[in-house]
């Protein structure tokens, strides 16, 4: 264990519980390599008393659990121990300034003990240091040191850089590659010396002469026990174990192949009295190369991880960890709190998320909703952490640091969904519960066969030994949560946020969409769409504007600004209930509002007026006195992706719908301009919910609004527009981040391809077993089939490994809608 702080704060958020009463807690777990560890964790979890939800990750090597009293996370801890799978711990230590006596140090030591997987702190106030050991997954070192700085201490990480993750981490990745390495240069010759003499018969009768069988077997038999007590001792030291635990594993099944082809080797060898003359062979090039190919399966499927996990990878690398102060003095990123000034320069990265002072510029946020153009950033406007600033300085209060941010937020929302478990997990989940011991009892079923049918122990223990070497679990359990990985972490990349995994598999099978209208489908601002007058009459409209309160006179002061018109002074301001407004502008009395503020209305005007309400318009008349001069016609815009979308879903086979709570008139223009069909107008918020259920099954809803909370969650999935309020985010399962209804089809596509590559997955892991378990049995023998050796079976089982990885790996390639139609 060494001092390093470990730098992913987002990743430490931990689960909310079912009912929001419980405490939760996030355990990543040494000792899991198969889907019967997953099933078995979670029992052993699910037995403790007072835990009310666990999930266990095999992808992730992650346990979330939810918990009430009188569990704990030491217990819990303890229990996963016990069964062989303990938490893993690291060590992060602060620097903090500002401790001056035991007080400090008492204070800095409970603040810290209260964050999320802490089990001890020591705060040493000589050193000026915090040491924390905690459970992986749980607080990150910029997350404890946001929390001491809150305190009043200033702290920051002491050194940088994140724990190494096992099978995925730069430490054990080069372990892995180079415990292969030593195994396969041990092997070569035990395999050059079996292997080479019967393929070219001058090279045996060369070696016999040479040296003789007996000192070949002793050769042979030195070579493979220093392979099998060191690189393979890994599956030894957890196999065996598991097996007396009653819960064997994938560990195991190796274990048990190699160390039986290597104990009747050593018979024959040390021993050959005690075996029949006609079944004297040795196999240890079979133990060898099963511990040679399993290792290569576990580099090759390490490094297909790490491909797989790039899309959190990305995210974590894009928060900068240092920020330049307003007067160019650069600081670590977790010393920020909020209300400090940060410079950002030209081609930099925003370093915390906060509001614009000064400066002006266009910031680069597709990272945050996959947007490829810039956004425009000037004084007042928000700023998100990782995104790229363009060509102009600009001056950013700090707003939000730490596991607070909008980065740091998606990581977690996205890190979530990846270890969370699906409903089609069930069917695995019941099959490994018994594959182990059913392997097991496979090979011991093959081993007597081929006993009593008089083929002597050497072809019983090559059966068995195959059989168990073969049906390794690794690919079952892989199946589905390294789909997950891939394809929630590439949703994210297209600005798709999966707030629950199990949101995947219900949206592949939406089959209805309803739409919420205002700032769903359209962009829930009213802009000026057309006037009759001229710049005059604008800027008089404008001028009485300038003093009301309703909605549309936002929008009137825009279309002016928009037109460069200036705006004159208005004096004796008077709203009108019901109508309007009216006020003296340059001496002149202007009035702004309805027709019945107006006795005159000239006939163009009217005839306007008329085709533009039937098309839901809002309308203002401007005038004189009572006679109305200019008309200004005012509407809610439709988003540009809009009506892209609801083509493309009705492509894809989804039936579209619009539920909006807008008067019938309204609703049926934009309805019309989009070819809806169906619309539901004048729902109030709790009957949206009402008109979601109606839609019967297989229904999504998405909305933006407070009033759509309801909808969103009575849809069986919720879609929520990330530019929409903070209560239909936490109501929704799936999070758009840009508001571009052309998202909708992004997060199906990528739902419908990760389930199909999930099926895939499935079909070959379990069609895999179903089919080459019986081979390596040998029951193609008898008839003239072929027998399957331990060597091709260990080759053929890490390659099931392999291509249940490459295959989700493909998820990859989806492409967004707004970059291309289709998915991969």
Known sequence: MTDAAVSTPSLAIPVPGPDGRDRAVRFRLDGMTCA???????????????????????????????????????????????????????????EVEGMTCAACTGRVERVLRAQPGVRAVVANLALRRATVTLWEGGAGAEFLAAAVTRAGYAARPAEEGAAARRDGGPEEGRALVRDAGVAAALTLPVVVVEMGGHLFAPFHHWLMGLLGMQALWVAQFVLVTLVLLGPGWRFQRRGWPALLRG?????????????????????????????????????????????????????????????????????????????????????????????????VRPGERVAVDGVVVSGASAVDEAMLTGEPLPVAKAAGDAVTGGTINGTGALVVEVRQVGAATVLARIVALVEEAQGSKLPVQALVDRVTLWFVPGVMAVAALACAGWLMAGQGVAQAIVAAVSVLIIACPCAMGLATPVSILVGTGRAAELGVLFRRGEALQRLAEVRTVAFDKTGTLTMGRPVVTDMIGDNAALAQAAAVEAGSEHPLAGAVLAHAAARGVVVPGAEAFEAVPGQGARARVAGAE???????????????????????????????????????????????????????????????????????????????????????TEVQAGVLPAGKADAVRGFGAGVAFVGDGINDAPALAAAEVGLAMGTGTDVAIEAGDVVLMSGDPLAVVDALDVARATMRNIRQNLIWAFGYNVALIPVAAGVLVPFGGPALSPMLAAGAMALSSVFVLGNALRLRGIRGVRSGEGAA
């Open 36 to 94: 019967s560890c997953v099933l078995r964790a979670e029992r052993v979890l699910r037995a403790q008393a007072g835990v009310t939800r666990a999930v266990v990750n095999l992808t992730t090597e992650t346990a979330d659990v939810a918990y009430r009293a009188p569990a704990d996370p030491a217990a819990l801890a303890a229990a996963l121990a016990r069964a062989g799978y303990p938490a893993r711990e690291a060590t992060v230590v602060l």
């Open 247 to 343: 819960a064997p594993d994938m560990n195991a099944l190796v274990a048990l192949g190699t160390g039986a082809a290597w104990a009747y080797s050593t018979l024959v060898t040390f021993a050959p009295g005690l075996v029949p003359e006609a079944a004297r062979a040795v196999y240890f090039e079979a133990a060898a190369v099963i511990v040679v190919l399993v290792l290569l399966g576990r580099v090759l499927e390490a490094r297909a991880r790490g491909r797989a996990g790039a899309a959190i990878a990305r995210l974590v690398g894009m928060q900068p960890k240092v920020a330049r102060l307003e007067d160019g003095t650069e600081v670590p990123v977790a010393s920020l709190v909020p209300g400090m000034r940060v410079l």
């Open 590 to 676: 202007v009035a702004v509002g309805s027709a019945r503020m107006f006795a005159e209305m000239p006939e163009p005007l009217a005839q306007a007026a008329a085709g533009w309400a039937a098309e839901g318009k809002g309308l203002l008349f401007v005038g004189e006195g009572r006679v109305a001069r200019g008309l200004i016609a005012v509407a809610d815009p439709v988003k540009p992706g809009a009506a892209a979308a609801l083509r493309a879903l009705a492509r894809r086979g989804v039936r579209v719908a619009m539920v909006t709570g807008d008067n019938a008139a309204t609703a049926g223009a934009i309805a019309a301009r989009l070819s809806v």
